[in-house]
């Protein structure tokens, strides 16, 4: 049985493989473009993000996962689950792209399709990406946030050992003023917490 977050060879498409004991965490690939834009324009997957995607816009985002994982040897894994789903969905670590009080940083983060939801899945490839970014990236803290109302990727935070500060609250820049996403909370790890 394999280590939690330990790297096999990389793939094809450039970047490492990690292996858990039930989840394969790999590069994306072309296959993975269909099932990946679905997930993207499922409403019950994209009910806390601000719109869901059309099959462009998916896959504008997959080239951008694709070129960060070759860049930095760490980004968005496309999870599977050998020999019974080929694409569960995506695990990983993050660069976000906007200016907040804890930015520049690494995200961990997901989003797996509505049939994967509830099996465990998202804390343990989470662990994995974690141990990545703690072990091989020689991170030494790494952040995840969500809007207030997704109670379900907070219970993940918290399942994999993250706490949250309630004075580091944000606004969320990208999302309007108003809008029901827009307060978010942010939860932290570092190196010398994470049990691996």
Partial sequence: MAEPGSAAAPDADAGPVLTTPRLRLRPFRDADLAPFAAMNDDPHVME??????????????????????RARGFGLWAVEVPAEIPFAGFVGLSVPRFDAAFTPCVEVGWRLTHACWGRGYAPEAAR??????????????????????????????????????????????????????????????GAADFAG
């Fill in 48 to 69: 806390n993000l601000l719109a869901r995607l059309d099959r462009a816009e998916s896959d504008a985002f997959a080239a951008r996962i694709r070129e960060e994982m």
């Fill in 128 to 189: 994995a990406a974690l141990a990545h970014g703690f072990h091989a990236a020689g991170l030494e803290q790494i952040v995840s946030f969500t809007s207030v109302v997704n109670r379900a990727s907070q219970r993940v935070m918290q399942k994999i050992g993250m706490t949250r500060d309630p004075s580091e609250d944000f606004d969320h820049p990208s999302v309007p003023p108003g809008h029901r996403l827009r307060r978010h909370v942010l939860y932290r790890i």
